[in-house]
Protein backbone atom coordinates (compact mmCIF):
# COMPACT_ATOMS: atom_id res chain seq x y z
CA UNK A 1 0.00 0.00 0.00
CA UNK A 2 1.56 3.06 -1.06
CA UNK A 3 -0.22 6.20 0.58
CA UNK A 4 -1.47 9.16 -0.41
CA UNK A 5 -0.25 12.43 0.90
CA UNK A 6 -2.76 14.18 3.52
CA UNK A 7 -3.36 10.54 4.74
CA UNK A 8 -2.74 9.38 8.18
CA UNK A 9 -1.41 6.08 8.87
CA UNK A 10 -0.10 4.13 11.51
CA UNK A 11 3.38 2.99 11.52
CA UNK A 12 3.55 0.22 13.92
CA UNK A 13 5.81 -3.18 14.31
CA UNK A 14 4.24 -4.43 10.77
CA UNK A 15 6.33 -1.57 9.20
CA UNK A 16 9.58 -2.15 10.83
CA UNK A 17 10.87 -3.52 14.31
CA UNK A 18 11.97 0.14 15.18
CA UNK A 19 8.43 0.83 15.52
CA UNK A 20 7.32 -1.89 18.12
CA UNK A 21 5.70 -1.68 21.29
CA UNK A 22 5.14 2.06 22.46
CA UNK A 23 7.78 3.27 19.80
CA UNK A 24 4.49 2.96 17.04
CA UNK A 25 3.36 6.50 15.94
CA UNK A 26 0.82 8.50 14.09
CA UNK A 27 2.03 10.08 11.13
CA UNK A 28 0.28 12.46 8.31
CA UNK A 29 2.05 11.81 5.15
CA UNK A 30 3.55 14.24 3.63
CA UNK A 31 5.24 12.53 0.66
CA UNK A 32 6.29 9.10 -0.50
CA UNK A 33 9.96 8.86 -2.54
CA UNK A 34 9.83 7.79 -5.98
CA UNK A 35 13.13 5.84 -6.25
CA UNK A 36 13.53 2.27 -6.25
CA UNK A 37 13.88 0.74 -2.88
CA UNK A 38 14.04 -2.61 -1.35
CA UNK A 39 10.99 -4.55 -2.51
CA UNK A 40 7.99 -3.52 -0.45
CA UNK A 41 9.94 -1.09 1.05
CA UNK A 42 8.84 2.69 0.72
CA UNK A 43 10.50 6.17 2.17
CA UNK A 44 7.84 8.23 3.89
CA UNK A 45 8.29 11.87 4.51
CA UNK A 46 5.50 13.16 6.96
CA UNK A 47 4.42 14.66 10.42
CA UNK A 48 4.11 12.66 13.74
CA UNK A 49 1.40 13.24 15.32
CA UNK A 50 0.64 14.24 18.90
CA UNK A 51 -2.23 12.95 21.15
CA UNK A 52 -4.19 15.35 20.36
CA UNK A 53 -3.45 15.09 16.64
CA UNK A 54 -1.17 18.31 16.58
CA UNK A 55 2.22 17.80 14.51
CA UNK A 56 4.85 17.13 17.16
CA UNK A 57 7.83 16.79 14.05
CA UNK A 58 8.69 16.24 10.50
CA UNK A 59 10.51 12.48 9.97
CA UNK A 60 11.36 10.16 7.46
CA UNK A 61 10.64 6.63 7.64
CA UNK A 62 11.91 3.76 5.72
CA UNK A 63 9.33 1.20 6.15
CA UNK A 64 7.39 -1.69 4.74
CA UNK A 65 4.52 -0.51 3.00
CA UNK A 66 2.34 -3.70 3.55
CA UNK A 67 2.35 -2.70 7.26
CA UNK A 68 0.89 0.63 7.36
CA UNK A 69 -2.71 1.24 8.66
CA UNK A 70 -4.13 3.88 7.23
CA UNK A 71 -6.43 5.99 9.75
CA UNK A 72 -9.86 7.47 10.01
CA UNK A 73 -9.52 10.56 11.52
CA UNK A 74 -12.71 12.25 13.00
CA UNK A 75 -14.86 14.63 11.48
CA UNK A 76 -13.97 18.26 12.06
CA UNK A 77 -16.73 20.18 13.61
CA UNK A 78 -16.47 23.91 12.80
CA UNK A 79 -17.76 26.42 15.37
CA UNK A 80 -21.28 28.26 13.80
CA UNK A 81 -20.07 30.93 11.95
CA UNK A 82 -21.18 34.74 14.31
CA UNK A 83 -22.50 37.45 13.11
CA UNK A 84 -21.29 39.66 10.47
CA UNK A 85 -20.24 43.06 11.30
CA UNK A 86 -22.51 45.59 9.84
CA UNK A 87 -20.16 47.49 6.88
CA UNK A 88 -21.78 50.65 6.21
CA UNK A 89 -22.11 51.29 2.62
CA UNK A 90 -19.88 53.84 0.96
CA UNK A 91 -21.13 57.27 0.15
Do not use: H
Request: net charge positive; hydrophobic share 40%.
Amino acid sequence: MRPDPGAVVLVGPECSVQFSGSRAVRVQVVSVDERTNYPGWIWLTGYVLGPRGQAVDKRELYVQAAGLKVLQLPAVTVAAPGRRARVPAPN
